[in-house]
């Protein structure tokens, strides 16, 4: 479609009159500014010098990711897109800006293809290396094809924000996720006699994949902001999407097997703690016969002992010679009146039992 800017251009020009004195008037995209770049704000927008002016310059047809946005987080791949940027019109830099429908957008901004001093188109170059989606806003598509075509070239190169290799695009997030839920754990990998506690943890492993790989399921059939989304096609979606759901299914089926896994050594490891019980149990009245055994032979053995010295007792007894007969206390002589003498015994040879008359001096026999 040409517009009315466009129209009045090639009427003017018909005319004789200069462009550059239509543009001041009119909107034209057969426009053409010299400008010098001052201040780059982002990956698709910068400041420059636009006759003795600064303007905002917004590139045409190409969104990259946003980096100072009031209400949003800085976005995928949106500083590199500024620096590629910078690498392309750095300040000082004389850069062409070629106009389309609309000279301003909604918030003062000028729109332009912005062309680099070798006359490189500046928002296609951005959009070849994955760092920003075309887009045409209003009426303004002037420079749409050549971007969208740089579009493509990045998606089929899998450059930028198509490259499964850069961890925040959804290409590299899905990609992830299926070389985690490919390479997981998985019960066939593990010891036979595994403990129930090892496996439960590689069992949480698992789990945790699980958990990533269904937040990113959920991501494709949510609302989906941003760049990593917005430069997909509904094909990618789509095909991407099929990738999550087939990563889901094959963590889900590994932790499954590992579960089964988990509780079938609870199990065994509950019969193997039964048996040690059981034969703890049985040492121990084993132990406790045999006590009881080595106590009964203590006893036995004490008893024999005991035996063995009273039979020693009773041969030494019997081994000794009888006693003599004890002999019988010789009759006492009949007692006769002597005449008691000062100096002689008045009993002599006598040997028995003596009375003494009071004093204790004198006695006879009793």
Not at 57 to 70: F, Q, S, W
Not at 257 to 282: G, H, P
């Amino acid at each position: 479609m040409i517009g009315l800017g466009k129209f009045l251009v090639g009427l003017v020009a018909a005319a004789g009159v200069s462009t550059t004195a239509v543009v001041a008037v009119a909107q034209g995209s057969d426009a053409l500014d010299q400008a010098i770049v001052t201040k780059l704000i982002d990956g698709d927008t910068f400041d420059a010098e636009v006759d003795g002016r600064t303007e905002r310059i917004r590139l045409l047809n190409v969104d990259t990711p946003e980096t100072k946005h009031p209400n949003k987080d800085i976005e995928c791949l949106g500083p590199e897109a500024a620096r590629f940027l910078e690498t392309l019109i750095p300040v000082g830099s004389t850069v062409s800006l070629e106009y389309d429908e609309e000279r301003l957008d909604q918030h003062g901004r000028t729109l332009a293809g912005v062309r680099s001093g070798d006359g490189t188109l500046v928002n296609a170059e951005v959009a070849r290396q994955g760092l920003a989606a075309a887009v045409v806003i209003g009426p303004n598509d002037r420079f749409y094809p050549p971007v969208l075509e740089a579009q493509q070239e990045a998606v089929s190169h899998g450059r930028g924000l198509y490259s499964a290799d850069v961890a925040c695009t959804i290409p590299a997030r899905v990609a992830a996720v299926t070389t985690a839920a490919e390479n997981a754990p998985a019960a066939p990998a593990q010891p036979a006699d595994a403990p129930s506690s090892d496996l439960d943890v590689t069992a949480g492993e698992v789990a945790s994949i699980v958990a990533q790989v269904i937040a990113l399921e959920n991501a494709f059939t949510g609302e989906r902001i941003g760049h990593v989304w917005s430069v997909l096609s509904e094909d990618d979606r789509n095909r991407l999407a099929a990738a999550v759901t087939s990563a889901r299914e094959t963590a889900q089926h590994k932790e499954t097997e590992l579960r089964s896994m988990v509780e079938a050594a609870k199990s065994r490891e509950a019969a193997e703690a039964a048996a040690a019980a059981e034969r703890e149990r049985e040492a121990r009245e084993w132990e406790a016969r045999e006590a009881e055994a080595r106590k009964a032979e203590a006893r036995k053995a004490e008893a024999r002992k005991a035996e063995a010295a009273a039979e020693q007792r009773r041969t030494r007894r019997d081994a000794e010679p009888a006693p003599a007969p004890r002999k019988p206390a010789p009759a006492p002589e009949p007692r006769t009146q002597r005449k008691s003498s000062p100096d002689k015994n008045p009993y002599p040879g006598y040997n028995g039992p003596r009375c003494y008359e009071p004093g204790g001096k004198v006695w006879h026999p009793c």
